[in-house]
T-cell receptor
């Protein structure tokens, strides 16, 4: 299965600032996804990162708050903009290809002060 | 509206005994179900899956059972080992296996 590297693994940020999270895969994948896991909660899909075009956002998530890039088939970024304490979560990148189950990176643990 | 429900937030099992984790769903269009295991500070790891054309799938110590009429699936782990202590997520999809709907997770604690 694909090896997924997610950076940073954790960060502590000031409110009002923005953070960009990177997801690098060691092979080309068909689909890349960004999830959020708030404390004690399940995984919530933020958006599907589309290669060369705008991401597809789920209900409740907007591009201005969570801009996403996917310049090629192995790399994507998620930016959490204008952060507030409510954005404190684990952010997870996952990939899907060739009818295989989704595989996840180890996540970015984000705390907002 | 929770389409996938894991009603037990936690489960404690003695080492060596059977662990049974349950998952219920409401959407009859779901045709593919997966179980993931998650350790703290790691991403979820795929464990086992089952298609709706089957009622059982087995992989080593892990077996998933699907009861379509009851819209219920369960994950059996036997024998349970200390390394099985983790949060287990049930997920389901309809028509594709990448658009997943997730349950809330069950924290499994294996007691020595």
């Amino acid at each position: 299965s694909a090896v997924i590297s997610q950076k940073p693994s954790r960060d502590i940020c000031q409110r009002g600032t923005s953070l960009t999270i990177q997801c690098q895969v060691d092979s080309q994948v068909t689909m890349m996804f960004w999830y959020r896991q708030q404390p004690g909660q399940s995984l919530t899909l933020i958006a599907t990162a589309n290669q060369g075009s705008e991401a597809t956002y789920e209900s409740g998530f907007v591009i201005d708050k969570f801009p996403i890039s996917r310049p090629n088939l192995t790399f994507s970024t998620l930016t959490v903009s204008n952060m507030s304490p409510e954005d404190s979560s684990i952010y997870l990148c996952s990939v899907w290809t060739d009818n295989q189950p989704q595989h996840f990176g180890d996540g970015t643990r984000l705390s907002i002060l | 509206d929770q389409q996938v429900k894991q009603n037990s937030p936690s489960l404690s099992v003695q080492e060596g005994r059977i662990s049974i984790l349950n998952c219920d769903y409401t959407n009859s269009m779901f045709d593919y179900f997966l179980w993931y295991k998650k350790y703290p500070a790691e991403g979820p790891t795929f464990l086992i899956s089952i298609s709706s054309i089957k009622d059982k799938n087995e992989d080593g110590r892990f077996t998933v059972f699907l009861n379509k009429s009851a819209k219920h699936l369960s994950l059996h782990i036997v024998p349970s080992q200390p390394g099985d202590s983790a949060v287990y997520f049930c997920a389901a999809s309809a028509g594709s296996n990448y658009q997943l709907i997730w349950g809330a997770g069950t924290k499994l604690i294996i007691k020595p």
